[in-house]
């Protein structure tokens, strides 16, 4: 398997773990900040899930010249960067409206996350596995979901002291080891054609 994919392995771990951490705790997060039933904060969510969903389609294609100027790598840590931003600031703010303004962020990350990878992958493997190599890249969105699976609710109990607040702060602290990661991430020209 190229280095490469190794190393995106290394960002899809703690990216797709943040996330899960996120869309599991979010409910719960405005239940304490907002003070909401569960019924009031799971609308909430969907709010928060439409409005960064909204956001994903409006950039989508402007990631594309984006990336192309500036470079996948950079575009894409940055995005997680934004994210990260996003996760932090949600827990501080306390009126329904303004907390989807992170969302704007989380958006721009959101296409990033399920476009920029996939192309720079394309370009490392050969042209003839891309199909297998695209499912390599697809189980490793599942397995770190898997382990935060098992391994959050110990960590939950203990290290953020059950509080949804300090779950969402981990998950920002995830992304930015994620983005730290993703400036690693170099597409060698010598592996972009199959041999002739």
């Known amino acids: 398997m190229p280095t490469f994919l190794w190393k995106l392995g290394a960002v899809y771990l703690f990216q797709w773990y943040a996330l899960f951490v996120y869309w599991q705790y979010i409910t719960p997060l405005f239940k304490s900040t907002l003070g909401y039933s569960t019924s009031e904060a799971a609308s909430q969510s969907a709010r928060m899930s439409l409005t960064y969903n909204i956001v994903t389609m409006v950039v989508a294609l402007g990631l594309v010249p984006l990336t192309l100027r500036f470079g996948g790598k950079r575009i894409y840590s940055y995005s997680l960067v934004g994210t990260a931003i996003a996760l932090f600031s949600i827990p501080f703010i306390q009126d329904p409206l303004l907390v989807l303004v992170p969302m704007v962020l989380f958006g721009i990350g959101w296409a990033a996350m399920m476009g920029i990878p996939y192309t720079m992958v394309s ?12 499912g390599i890249l697809n189980m490793m969105i599942v397995i770190p979901m898997g382990i935060e699976t098992l391994t959050f609710g110990p960590i939950y109990k203990y290290l953020p002291g059950g509080n949804a607040v300090n779950a969402m702060l981990f998950a920002g602290g995830f992304f930015v080891i994620a983005a730290i990661l993703a400036m690693r991430l170099n597409v060698g020209k010598a592996k972009t054609v199959i041999d002739l």
């Open 123 to 134: 370009k490392v493997v050969p042209q003839e596995r891309r199909g297998v190599y695209m």
